[in-house]
């Protein structure tokens, strides 16, 4: 079993920073596949950035904005958000991909945090 929790999102402006974090807990393997989504009020859920050993993948949106990270030792993933655009307004949810011996996948997600970027 995991738990997935993130940090409280908040409101910024734009051109502003913000980092969120998300607190992992329960059978967690470092090589678990973690990364962060969102989603906008209409919108489907997207890939922001996700993270597995030590390579990261990241939205074109997103790339040279947000960096992904991850404590190992802690589970805690990050996502630093910086030069923040009102098209980055959304629910941010943190999500855990598990594997079985089967390779059959089994994902875990956050309740989600709300980002709130004005104009």
């Known amino acids: 079993q995991v738990q997935l929790a993130e940090s409280e999102g908040g409101l910024v402006q734009a051109g502003g920073s913000l980092r969120l974090s998300c607190a992992a807990s329960?059978?967690?393997?470092?090589?678990?596949?973690m990364g962060w989504y969102r989603q906008a009020s209409g919108k489907q859920r997207e890939l922001v950035a996700d993270?597995?050993?030590?390579?990261?993948n990241y939205a074109d949106s997103v790339k040279g904005r947000f960096t992904i990270s991850r404590d190992n030792a802690r589970n805690i993933l990050y996502l630093q958000m910086n030069s923040l655009k009102p098209e980055d307004t959304g629910v941010y949810y943190c999500?855990?991909?598990?594997?079985?011996?089967?390779?059959?996948?089994?994902?875990?997600w956050g309740k989600g945090t709300l980002v709130t970027v004005s104009s």
């Open positions: 993270i597995s050993g030590g390579a990261t």
């Open positions: 329960g059978s967690i393997r470092s090589d678990n596949t």
């Open positions: 999500k855990l991909r598990q594997r079985n011996y089967l390779l059959a996948t089994m994902d875990y």
